[in-house]
């Protein structure tokens, strides 16, 4: 029986680094890790092929369409039809509203919402007939406003209303659609000098166990789905 193949869009990240080596490891899955950071995402797919798995790192800008309907022609072409689309790119940005510079603003809306639209469009022609999931996390930022995050909340409720709005038009279809909002992960998201807030790291959201979660979804039967999970640091629980 040939391997399920999971593709991790932003794979060279914090989150994404931790589902990857969570797939290989435990459910046997062949990775692939697209970034525009090259270097992070090979060296991430060199230490799962030092252990005996099979991963691959192609890097792509998720806001590029026809460099993504190529890749996922590619990986069509070359590995076969995509089991798992994890989404684990975005672009962050805690601030004022008065005080983001225009650009900024364009750059998040482009990678967080336009970016997630042309990855999703790119890979639907291309995943598993039979049975395929597509993970979002659109965090809980997409759910629940907070001090400072209007403009990254707004990518992250549109993401929400895409990826209903996609179910609503695959529900015939194979595909099925998770939504994940997390609270605070320890990821270098943090350290992004565009998000201007004061966190405590060791009282956030182990990677690693949001992988597992990942995981866990992506093994239910066919005719389960998550829908939607919130996900938080305990601090968080009542919000």
């Known amino acids: 029986m040939s391997k399920p193949i999971a593709v991790i869009l932003g794979g060279s990240g914090g989150l994404g680094e931790a589902i990857a080596h969570h797939l290989f490891e435990v459910h046997n899955y062949k990775i692939v890790i697209t970034s525009r950071d090259q270097a992070k995402a090979e060296k991430i797919a060199g230490k799962i092929n030092q252990k005996g798995g099979e991963a691959y790192a192609i890097p792509v800008n998720i806001t590029n369409a026809s460099a993504l309907t190529q890749v996922a022609a590619q990986i069509h072409r070359e590995l076969g039809p995509v089991d798992a689309l994890i989404h684990a790119y975005g672009k962050g940005v805690i601030q004022a509203s008065a005080d983001i510079n225009p650009e900024l603003a364009a750059q998040v809306v482009n990678t967080n919402v336009l970016g997630t639209f042309l990855a999703t469009q790119a890979f639907l022609g291309y995943m598993n007939t039979e ?24 990518t992250k409720f549109a993401i929400q209303g895409m990826v209903k ?58 005719t389960h789905v998550v829908n939607e999970m919130v996900i938080q640091p305990n601090s968080h629980q009542l919000v």
């Open 131 to 154: 049975h395929a999931r597509m993970i979002y996390f659109p965090g809980t930022m997409g759910k629940y406003i907070m001090r400072n995050s209007a403009l990254y909340s707004a």
């Open 165 to 222: 709005g996609l179910v609503e038009e695959h529900k015939r279809s194979n595909t099925q659609f998770s939504l994940l909002y997390l609270g605070g992960v320890d990821t270098p998201f943090w350290d992004d000098e565009d998000v201007q807030m004061k966190v405590k790291k060791e009282a956030m959201l182990n990677p690693s166990v949001i992988a597992k979660v990942v995981g866990n979804i992506l093994g239910l039967p066919s």
